[in-house]
Protein backbone atom coordinates (compact mmCIF):
# COMPACT_ATOMS: atom_id res chain seq x y z
CA UNK A 1 0.00 0.00 0.00
CA UNK A 2 1.56 3.59 -0.91
CA UNK A 3 2.36 6.19 1.58
CA UNK A 4 -0.21 8.96 1.24
CA UNK A 5 1.58 10.93 4.53
CA UNK A 6 2.65 14.26 3.82
CA UNK A 7 5.39 15.21 5.78
CA UNK A 8 4.93 18.03 7.79
CA UNK A 9 1.93 20.99 7.78
CA UNK A 10 2.01 24.75 7.48
CA UNK A 11 3.70 27.19 9.57
CA UNK A 12 1.62 28.21 12.39
CA UNK A 13 2.60 31.81 12.80
CA UNK A 14 2.02 33.26 8.82
CA UNK A 15 -1.17 31.87 7.80
CA UNK A 16 -3.23 33.64 10.40
CA UNK A 17 -6.69 35.95 9.06
CA UNK A 18 -6.39 38.72 10.94
CA UNK A 19 -7.87 38.71 14.33
CA UNK A 20 -11.23 39.82 15.69
CA UNK A 21 -11.69 43.60 15.53
CA UNK A 22 -9.75 43.94 12.35
CA UNK A 23 -12.15 43.71 9.75
CA UNK A 24 -12.06 41.67 6.64
CA UNK A 25 -10.96 43.31 3.42
CA UNK A 26 -10.06 41.89 0.64
CA UNK A 27 -6.07 42.47 0.80
CA UNK A 28 -6.62 41.51 4.13
CA UNK A 29 -7.48 37.82 3.70
CA UNK A 30 -5.60 37.41 -0.08
CA UNK A 31 -2.29 38.52 2.64
CA UNK A 32 -2.50 35.58 4.43
CA UNK A 33 -2.76 33.36 2.58
CA UNK A 34 1.07 33.25 1.76
CA UNK A 35 3.46 30.94 -0.22
CA UNK A 36 3.99 28.59 2.86
CA UNK A 37 -0.19 27.67 3.10
CA UNK A 38 0.01 27.30 -0.96
CA UNK A 39 2.88 25.54 -1.35
CA UNK A 40 1.75 22.55 1.53
CA UNK A 41 -1.72 22.72 -0.09
CA UNK A 42 -0.51 22.11 -3.52
CA UNK A 43 1.68 19.12 -2.05
CA UNK A 44 -1.97 17.62 -0.62
CA UNK A 45 -3.40 18.08 -4.07
CA UNK A 46 -0.70 16.27 -6.24
CA UNK A 47 -0.61 13.35 -3.76
CA UNK A 48 -4.45 12.96 -3.91
CA UNK A 49 -3.88 13.32 -7.69
CA UNK A 50 -1.07 10.68 -7.66
CA UNK A 51 -3.72 7.83 -5.49
CA UNK A 52 -7.15 8.73 -6.90
CA UNK A 53 -9.54 6.23 -5.02
CA UNK A 54 -13.38 5.65 -5.99
CA UNK A 55 -16.52 6.45 -4.98
CA UNK A 56 -16.58 4.72 -1.35
CA UNK A 57 -13.31 3.13 -1.26
CA UNK A 58 -11.65 6.72 -0.37
CA UNK A 59 -9.26 4.93 2.76
CA UNK A 60 -6.01 6.54 2.10
CA UNK A 61 -7.40 9.64 1.03
CA UNK A 62 -9.11 9.84 4.04
CA UNK A 63 -6.33 8.57 5.92
CA UNK A 64 -4.17 11.80 4.43
CA UNK A 65 -6.62 14.16 5.50
CA UNK A 66 -7.08 12.70 8.99
CA UNK A 67 -3.55 12.95 9.42
CA UNK A 68 -3.32 16.81 8.69
CA UNK A 69 -5.86 17.88 10.59
CA UNK A 70 -4.37 16.11 13.28
CA UNK A 71 -1.26 18.14 12.89
CA UNK A 72 -3.07 20.95 12.76
CA UNK A 73 -4.74 20.18 16.39
CA UNK A 74 -8.51 19.64 14.80
CA UNK A 75 -10.96 16.79 16.74
CA UNK A 76 -12.31 14.46 14.10
CA UNK A 77 -14.76 12.05 13.88
CA UNK A 78 -13.97 9.43 11.29
CA UNK A 79 -16.32 6.72 9.28
CA UNK A 80 -19.10 9.30 8.81
CA UNK A 81 -21.34 7.80 5.53
CA UNK A 82 -18.46 5.38 5.03
CA UNK A 83 -14.92 6.55 4.66
CA UNK A 84 -16.58 10.50 5.60
CA UNK A 85 -14.62 12.62 8.40
CA UNK A 86 -16.33 15.25 10.09
CA UNK A 87 -13.98 17.61 12.14
CA UNK A 88 -14.84 20.89 14.49
CA UNK A 89 -13.27 24.40 14.98
CA UNK A 90 -14.17 26.69 17.31
CA UNK A 91 -16.01 26.14 20.60
CA UNK A 92 -19.37 24.32 21.21
CA UNK A 93 -21.31 27.08 21.76
CA UNK A 94 -22.60 29.46 19.58
CA UNK A 95 -23.90 29.15 16.23
CA UNK A 96 -22.55 26.48 13.80
CA UNK A 97 -22.01 26.04 9.71
CA UNK A 98 -20.27 23.69 7.86
CA UNK A 99 -18.12 23.56 5.19
CA UNK A 100 -17.88 20.53 2.64
CA UNK A 101 -14.94 19.09 0.48
CA UNK A 102 -15.53 15.85 -1.64
CA UNK A 103 -12.60 13.37 -1.53
CA UNK A 104 -13.32 10.55 -4.45
CA UNK A 105 -12.17 10.32 -8.02
CA UNK A 106 -13.66 8.76 -11.23
CA UNK A 107 -13.24 5.36 -13.38
CA UNK A 108 -11.14 7.02 -15.86
CA UNK A 109 -7.36 6.82 -17.30
CA UNK A 110 -5.87 9.63 -17.36
CA UNK A 111 -3.61 10.86 -20.08
CA UNK A 112 -2.43 14.57 -19.12
CA UNK A 113 1.19 13.76 -18.69
CA UNK A 114 1.36 15.50 -15.35
CA UNK A 115 4.71 14.78 -13.17
CA UNK A 116 2.15 13.69 -10.65
CA UNK A 117 -0.56 11.84 -12.82
CA UNK A 118 -2.48 9.07 -11.31
CA UNK A 119 -0.47 5.73 -10.53
CA UNK A 120 -3.59 3.53 -10.53
CA UNK A 121 -4.60 2.42 -13.86
CA UNK A 122 -7.73 3.59 -15.22
CA UNK A 123 -8.74 5.90 -11.93
CA UNK A 124 -8.28 9.60 -12.32
CA UNK A 125 -9.12 12.64 -10.37
CA UNK A 126 -11.03 13.97 -13.30
CA UNK A 127 -13.26 16.63 -11.82
CA UNK A 128 -11.02 18.34 -8.79
CA UNK A 129 -11.94 16.39 -6.13
CA UNK A 130 -8.16 16.43 -4.96
CA UNK A 131 -7.80 20.73 -5.14
CA UNK A 132 -11.55 20.77 -2.91
CA UNK A 133 -9.95 18.51 -0.28
CA UNK A 134 -6.56 19.92 -0.39
CA UNK A 135 -8.46 24.31 -0.72
CA UNK A 136 -10.69 22.86 2.93
CA UNK A 137 -7.44 21.72 4.42
CA UNK A 138 -6.13 25.15 3.94
CA UNK A 139 -9.02 26.67 5.33
CA UNK A 140 -8.74 24.34 8.14
CA UNK A 141 -5.02 25.79 8.66
CA UNK A 142 -6.51 29.29 8.74
CA UNK A 143 -9.60 28.96 10.85
CA UNK A 144 -7.98 27.33 13.68
CA UNK A 145 -6.19 30.67 14.82
CA UNK A 146 -8.99 33.43 14.57
CA UNK A 147 -11.18 33.29 17.51
CA UNK A 148 -14.75 32.34 16.41
CA UNK A 149 -18.01 32.93 17.67
CA UNK A 150 -19.34 29.86 17.01
CA UNK A 151 -18.53 26.20 16.09
CA UNK A 152 -16.82 25.38 12.11
CA UNK A 153 -18.05 21.97 11.09
CA UNK A 154 -15.49 20.56 8.43
CA UNK A 155 -17.03 17.59 5.85
CA UNK A 156 -14.93 15.77 4.12
CA UNK A 157 -17.23 13.83 2.09
CA UNK A 158 -16.88 10.17 -0.16
CA UNK A 159 -18.94 9.30 -3.15
CA UNK A 160 -19.93 12.55 -4.62
CA UNK A 161 -19.53 10.82 -8.37
CA UNK A 162 -21.71 7.87 -7.06
CA UNK A 163 -24.73 10.57 -5.96
CA UNK A 164 -25.10 9.18 -2.38
CA UNK A 165 -22.71 10.35 -0.34
CA UNK A 166 -23.98 13.08 0.63
CA UNK A 167 -27.19 11.48 1.64
CA UNK A 168 -25.06 8.68 3.62
CA UNK A 169 -23.38 11.24 5.83
CA UNK A 170 -26.78 13.01 6.38
CA UNK A 171 -28.00 9.19 7.87
CA UNK A 172 -24.40 9.36 9.92
CA UNK A 173 -25.55 12.92 11.84
CA UNK A 174 -22.82 15.06 9.65
CA UNK A 175 -25.01 17.18 9.79
CA UNK A 176 -26.04 17.76 13.53
CA UNK A 177 -26.07 21.11 15.38
CA UNK A 178 -25.41 22.79 11.45
CA UNK A 179 -27.30 25.92 10.89
CA UNK A 180 -25.75 26.44 7.24
CA UNK A 181 -23.28 24.89 4.74
CA UNK A 182 -21.10 26.53 2.17
CA UNK A 183 -19.16 24.19 -0.40
CA UNK A 184 -17.67 25.50 -3.99
CA UNK A 185 -16.77 23.66 -7.11
CA UNK A 186 -13.39 24.06 -9.38
CA UNK A 187 -14.08 25.39 -12.88
CA UNK A 188 -12.21 25.25 -15.72
CA UNK A 189 -14.32 27.48 -17.60
CA UNK A 190 -13.67 30.66 -15.60
CA UNK A 191 -9.99 32.56 -15.31
CA UNK A 192 -8.46 31.75 -11.91
CA UNK A 193 -9.41 34.69 -9.59
CA UNK A 194 -12.74 34.95 -10.47
CA UNK A 195 -15.86 33.10 -8.17
CA UNK A 196 -19.07 32.59 -9.62
CA UNK A 197 -22.02 33.46 -6.94
CA UNK A 198 -25.61 32.64 -7.51
CA UNK A 199 -28.71 32.08 -5.81
CA UNK A 200 -31.40 29.94 -6.86
CA UNK A 201 -31.21 27.07 -8.76
CA UNK A 202 -27.52 26.13 -10.51
CA UNK A 203 -27.32 22.55 -10.71
CA UNK A 204 -29.89 20.84 -13.17
CA UNK A 205 -31.90 17.47 -11.75
CA UNK A 206 -30.55 14.03 -12.46
CA UNK A 207 -32.31 10.91 -13.81
CA UNK A 208 -30.04 7.99 -14.74
CA UNK A 209 -32.24 5.60 -16.55
CA UNK A 210 -31.29 1.89 -18.01
CA UNK A 211 -33.51 0.59 -21.00
CA UNK A 212 -33.54 -3.20 -21.54
CA UNK A 213 -34.51 -4.69 -25.47
CA UNK A 214 -35.72 -8.02 -25.46
CA UNK A 215 -35.94 -8.87 -29.39
CA UNK A 216 -35.70 -11.92 -31.00
CA UNK A 217 -32.22 -13.45 -32.06
CA UNK A 218 -31.36 -14.67 -35.74
CA UNK A 219 -28.99 -15.18 -38.77
CA UNK A 220 -27.44 -11.55 -40.15
CA UNK A 221 -28.79 -12.91 -43.85
CA UNK A 222 -32.36 -13.45 -42.44
CA UNK A 223 -33.30 -10.21 -40.77
CA UNK A 224 -36.87 -11.15 -41.45
CA UNK A 225 -36.81 -14.50 -38.80
CA UNK A 226 -35.52 -12.03 -36.07
CA UNK A 227 -36.26 -8.91 -33.95
CA UNK A 228 -33.30 -7.29 -33.97
CA UNK A 229 -32.58 -5.11 -30.99
CA UNK A 230 -29.55 -2.98 -32.49
CA UNK A 231 -32.20 -1.51 -34.67
CA UNK A 232 -34.64 -0.48 -32.10
CA UNK A 233 -31.99 0.01 -29.68
CA UNK A 234 -30.63 3.13 -32.52
CA UNK A 235 -34.49 4.35 -33.19
CA UNK A 236 -34.72 4.95 -29.27
CA UNK A 237 -31.09 7.04 -29.34
CA UNK A 238 -32.67 9.13 -32.23
CA UNK A 239 -36.19 9.46 -30.86
CA UNK A 240 -35.04 10.44 -27.40
CA UNK A 241 -33.74 13.50 -29.26
CA UNK A 242 -36.70 14.90 -30.09
CA UNK A 243 -38.20 15.22 -26.38
CA UNK A 244 -35.74 17.79 -25.80
CA UNK A 245 -35.88 19.77 -29.40
CA UNK A 246 -39.60 19.11 -30.40
CA UNK A 247 -41.09 19.14 -26.94
CA UNK A 248 -39.43 21.22 -24.57
CA UNK A 249 -39.36 25.27 -24.06
CA UNK A 250 -35.95 26.16 -25.42
CA UNK A 251 -35.61 28.66 -23.35
CA UNK A 252 -35.31 25.60 -20.72
CA UNK A 253 -32.18 23.92 -20.19
CA UNK A 254 -32.68 19.87 -20.32
CA UNK A 255 -30.27 17.00 -22.21
CA UNK A 256 -30.73 13.69 -22.67
CA UNK A 257 -27.57 11.18 -23.09
CA UNK A 258 -27.37 7.54 -23.51
CA UNK A 259 -23.77 7.30 -22.18
CA UNK A 260 -23.48 3.25 -23.14
CA UNK A 261 -24.68 0.90 -25.06
CA UNK A 262 -24.24 -3.12 -25.56
CA UNK A 263 -25.61 -5.77 -27.97
CA UNK A 264 -24.54 -8.57 -29.91
CA UNK A 265 -21.78 -11.16 -29.58
CA UNK A 266 -20.42 -11.54 -33.22
CA UNK A 267 -20.86 -9.69 -36.78
CA UNK A 268 -22.95 -12.34 -38.22
CA UNK A 269 -25.70 -12.86 -35.64
CA UNK A 270 -28.57 -10.33 -34.95
CA UNK A 271 -28.64 -9.20 -31.47
CA UNK A 272 -31.25 -10.77 -29.25
CA UNK A 273 -30.96 -8.30 -27.11
CA UNK A 274 -29.45 -4.81 -25.77
CA UNK A 275 -28.87 -2.22 -23.02
CA UNK A 276 -28.96 1.65 -22.99
CA UNK A 277 -27.51 3.22 -19.92
CA UNK A 278 -27.99 7.06 -20.01
CA UNK A 279 -29.85 10.34 -18.26
CA UNK A 280 -31.90 12.76 -18.08
CA UNK A 281 -30.37 16.56 -17.18
CA UNK A 282 -33.21 19.18 -16.38
CA UNK A 283 -32.85 22.89 -15.27
CA UNK A 284 -37.06 23.27 -14.30
CA UNK A 285 -39.02 20.72 -12.46
CA UNK A 286 -41.75 20.82 -14.72
CA UNK A 287 -39.29 20.14 -17.73
CA UNK A 288 -38.10 17.25 -15.87
CA UNK A 289 -41.68 15.93 -15.47
CA UNK A 290 -42.10 16.13 -19.13
CA UNK A 291 -39.21 14.15 -20.26
CA UNK A 292 -39.60 11.62 -17.77
CA UNK A 293 -43.04 10.99 -18.92
CA UNK A 294 -42.00 11.57 -22.99
CA UNK A 295 -39.50 9.03 -22.26
CA UNK A 296 -41.88 6.09 -21.26
CA UNK A 297 -44.24 7.29 -24.27
CA UNK A 298 -41.19 6.78 -26.68
CA UNK A 299 -40.68 3.04 -24.94
CA UNK A 300 -44.09 1.76 -25.39
CA UNK A 301 -44.13 3.24 -29.05
CA UNK A 302 -41.08 1.53 -30.28
CA UNK A 303 -42.13 -1.32 -27.86
CA UNK A 304 -45.67 -1.71 -30.49
CA UNK A 305 -43.78 -0.51 -33.88
CA UNK A 306 -40.74 -2.61 -33.56
CA UNK A 307 -42.55 -5.95 -31.87
CA UNK A 308 -39.76 -5.64 -28.90
CA UNK A 309 -40.31 -6.11 -25.33
CA UNK A 310 -38.66 -3.08 -23.49
CA UNK A 311 -38.15 -2.31 -19.97
CA UNK A 312 -37.20 1.25 -18.39
CA UNK A 313 -35.87 1.16 -15.13
CA UNK A 314 -35.62 5.06 -13.20
CA UNK A 315 -32.66 5.09 -10.54
CA UNK A 316 -32.61 7.39 -7.52
CA UNK A 317 -31.43 10.66 -9.53
CA UNK A 318 -30.12 13.74 -7.33
CA UNK A 319 -32.57 17.25 -7.01
CA UNK A 320 -31.20 19.92 -7.67
CA UNK A 321 -28.55 22.61 -6.44
CA UNK A 322 -30.93 25.73 -5.05
CA UNK A 323 -29.06 27.84 -3.13
CA UNK A 324 -30.65 29.56 -0.36
CA UNK A 325 -31.03 33.40 -0.60
CA UNK A 326 -29.83 34.33 2.85
CA UNK A 327 -26.86 31.79 2.18
CA UNK A 328 -26.06 33.41 -1.18
CA UNK A 329 -26.06 36.65 0.50
CA UNK A 330 -23.35 35.45 2.86
CA UNK A 331 -21.41 33.83 0.31
CA UNK A 332 -21.28 36.45 -2.15
CA UNK A 333 -20.16 39.22 0.82
CA UNK A 334 -17.21 36.49 1.54
CA UNK A 335 -16.30 36.47 -2.45
CA UNK A 336 -16.06 40.49 -2.73
CA UNK A 337 -14.00 40.21 0.59
CA UNK A 338 -11.59 37.92 -0.88
CA UNK A 339 -11.28 38.78 -4.74
CA UNK A 340 -13.28 42.53 -5.29
CA UNK A 341 -16.47 43.19 -6.64
CA UNK A 342 -15.48 42.97 -10.17
CA UNK A 343 -14.63 39.54 -9.99
CA UNK A 344 -17.60 38.58 -8.30
CA UNK A 345 -19.51 37.03 -11.72
CA UNK A 346 -22.76 34.81 -12.57
CA UNK A 347 -22.63 31.44 -14.31
CA UNK A 348 -25.84 32.69 -15.80
CA UNK A 349 -28.13 29.61 -16.65
CA UNK A 350 -28.22 26.92 -14.18
CA UNK A 351 -25.44 24.09 -15.18
CA UNK A 352 -26.85 20.93 -16.48
CA UNK A 353 -24.41 18.98 -14.09
CA UNK A 354 -25.78 17.54 -10.94
CA UNK A 355 -24.34 17.49 -7.37
CA UNK A 356 -25.13 15.51 -4.33
CA UNK A 357 -24.61 18.59 -2.30
CA UNK A 358 -28.28 19.33 -2.81
CA UNK A 359 -29.42 16.80 -0.63
CA UNK A 360 -27.32 19.13 2.50
CA UNK A 361 -29.89 21.72 1.12
CA UNK A 362 -32.96 19.94 1.75
CA UNK A 363 -32.01 19.98 5.54
CA UNK A 364 -30.37 22.79 6.18
CA UNK A 365 -29.72 26.44 4.30
CA UNK A 366 -27.17 26.12 1.68
CA UNK A 367 -24.80 27.55 -1.22
CA UNK A 368 -22.28 26.39 -3.26
CA UNK A 369 -20.31 28.58 -5.41
CA UNK A 370 -17.75 27.93 -8.10
CA UNK A 371 -13.84 28.39 -8.42
CA UNK A 372 -12.68 29.99 -11.40
CA UNK A 373 -9.79 27.68 -12.45
CA UNK A 374 -8.60 27.60 -15.90
CA UNK A 375 -5.81 26.49 -17.29
CA UNK A 376 -3.80 29.24 -19.56
CA UNK A 377 -1.41 27.06 -21.13
CA UNK A 378 -1.46 23.45 -22.56
CA UNK A 379 -4.36 21.27 -23.96
CA UNK A 380 -6.11 20.41 -20.58
CA UNK A 381 -9.81 18.76 -21.17
CA UNK A 382 -12.99 19.29 -19.47
CA UNK A 383 -13.94 18.31 -16.16
CA UNK A 384 -14.95 14.05 -16.59
CA UNK A 385 -12.54 13.65 -19.62
CA UNK A 386 -8.82 12.03 -19.59
CA UNK A 387 -6.83 14.64 -20.05
CA UNK A 388 -8.77 17.05 -16.83
CA UNK A 389 -6.62 19.56 -14.95
CA UNK A 390 -6.85 22.98 -12.93
CA UNK A 391 -4.71 25.77 -12.50
CA UNK A 392 -3.47 25.23 -9.00
CA UNK A 393 -3.59 29.03 -8.05
CA UNK A 394 -7.17 28.38 -7.91
CA UNK A 395 -6.33 26.46 -4.47
CA UNK A 396 -5.41 30.04 -2.32
CA UNK A 397 -8.65 31.36 -3.77
CA UNK A 398 -10.87 28.42 -2.74
CA UNK A 399 -9.02 28.43 1.31
CA UNK A 400 -9.44 32.03 1.83
CA UNK A 401 -13.09 31.99 0.70
CA UNK A 402 -13.95 28.66 2.69
CA UNK A 403 -12.65 30.56 5.89
CA UNK A 404 -14.12 34.01 4.83
CA UNK A 405 -17.21 32.58 4.55
CA UNK A 406 -17.68 30.55 7.43
CA UNK A 407 -16.22 33.42 9.47
CA UNK A 408 -19.15 35.81 8.33
CA UNK A 409 -21.97 33.56 7.93
CA UNK A 410 -20.73 32.70 12.32
CA UNK A 411 -21.03 36.73 12.63
CA UNK A 412 -24.02 36.69 11.00
CA UNK A 413 -26.07 34.05 13.01
CA UNK A 414 -24.26 35.27 15.97
CA UNK A 415 -25.79 38.33 15.50
CA UNK A 416 -22.68 40.88 15.08
CA UNK A 417 -22.09 40.58 11.57
CA UNK A 418 -21.23 44.64 11.43
CA UNK A 419 -17.97 43.64 13.31
CA UNK A 420 -16.75 42.60 9.33
CA UNK A 421 -16.07 44.30 6.73
CA UNK A 422 -16.25 43.26 3.66
CA UNK A 423 -14.93 46.25 1.69
CA UNK A 424 -13.04 44.98 -1.12
Known amino acids: MEDVGMGNGPAAGPLSLAGEGCGLDGQEVTAQVDRSLCDWMRSVRRRLHRYPELAGREQQTAALVLRELERLGITCRTGIGGTGIRAEIGPACGPCVALRADMDALPIRELTGLDFASTREGIMHACGHDGHVAMLLGAAALLRQVDLPGRVVLLFQPAEEAGNGAAAMIRDQALDGVEMIFSGHIDTHYPVGFLIVDDGLICSYTDPFTIRIHGRGGHAARPHEAVDS?????????????????????????????G???????????AENAVLEGTVRSAHR?????????????????????????????????????????????????????????????????????????????????????????????SAGPAHSSRFDFSEDVLGYGAAWLAAVARLALHDLAGDSSSISTTP
Do not use: K, W
Request: net charge negative; proline share 4%; charged share 15%.
Open 286 to 378: DTRNSILSGLRRVIHGASDMCNAEIELEFFDGLPAVVNDPEATDVARRAAVAVVGVDQVISQGQPSLGGEDFAFYQQQVPGCMIRFGGQVTAG
Open 260 to 270: RIEAGTVHNAI
Open 230 to 258: VVVAANLVMNMQTLVSRQIDPSHAAVVTV
